[in-house]
T-cell receptor, first 116, second 115 residues
Framework: NAGVTQTPKFRVLKTGQSMTLLCAQD?????MYWYRQDPGMGLRLIHYSVGEGTTAKGEVPDGYNVSRLKKQNFLLGLESAAPSQTSVYFC???????????????FGEGSRLTVL | DQQVKQNSPSLSVQEGRISILNCDYTNSMFDYFLWYKKYPAEGPTFLIS?????DKNEDGRFTVFLNKSAKHLSLHIVPSQPGDSAVYFCAASSFYGGSQGNLIFGKGTKLSVKP
């Protein structure tokens, strides 16, 4: 059972380049999230999804797009990377209990992105 | 303005003693609080949670206390072990009625447990 898997683990981009981070979970969770963590900061929510085919903006969505075409995958895209997007990105997933309330988040190991 | 505050960036404790990590919040709509532990180069892992209908939740060596009137929660680790050395994040959300896991995190407290 792999849990939440993120690829790639590391990436260096030049300003203006595009890339996609892939998150895959094998726990059949309904909810998936993308967070970023910067030095001295807590984790901040970028986008999230409450089910296949749905996405919503989080706290810091600008400069990112997401897609959830399959329940197990959540993609985070940077169309035109900027140095301010240098960060560690964490994907997470969670499920809802029988009362349709979400339970705690399970995180991937993180993807370190550097934009030069 | 920070809604979840961890005012101590670091804490050093002797092995076997109690570690107390503190967290304050400002949003009275928060009704669910979680603690996550993070080792370097790994993702955060869930440690313990508490809902606003309780004032204490215990799981082995870990106990979380919630003081709603003070908007304050704390994590107690007893006894502390060197393997507990990590960054601890406090997080808050509205559990019931669904913000679907939109956790608001504090900046974290780095705990060092000395042998």
């Amino acid at each position: 059972n792999a849990g939440v898997t993120q690829t790639p683990k590391f990436r260096v981009l030049k300003t203006g380049q595009s890339m996609t981070l892939l998150c895959a979970q094998d726990m059949n969770h309904e909810y998936m999230y993308w967070y970023r963590q910067d030095p001295g900061m807590g984790l901040r929510l970028i986008h999230y999804s409450v089910g296949e085919g749905t996405t919503a903006k989080g706290e810091v969505p600008d400069g990112y797009n997401v897609s959830r075409l399959k329940k197990q995958n959540f993609l985070l895209g940077l169309e035109s990377a900027a140095p301010s997007q240098t960060s560690v990105y964490f994907c997470a997933s969670s499920y809802s209990d029988r009362d349709r309330n979400w339970r705690e988040l399970f995180f991937g190991e993180g993807s370190r992105l550097t934009v030069l | 303005d920070q809604q979840v505050k961890q005012n101590s960036p670091s804490l050093s404790v002797q092995e076997g003693r109690i570690s107390i990590l503190n967290c304050d919040y400002t949003n009275s709509m928060f009704d669910y609080f979680l603690w996550y532990k993070k080792y370097p180069a790994e993702g955060p892992t869930f440690l313990i949670s508490i809902s606003s209908i309780k004032d204490k939740n215990e799981d082995g060596r870990f106990t979380v206390f919630l003081n709603k009137s003070a908007k304050h929660l704390s994590l107690h680790i007893v006894p502390s072990q060197p393997g507990d050395s990590a960054v601890y994040f406090c997080a808050a959300s509205s559990f019931y009625g669904g913000s679907q896991g939109n956790l608001i995190f504090g900046k974290g407290t780095k705990l060092s447990v000395k042998p």
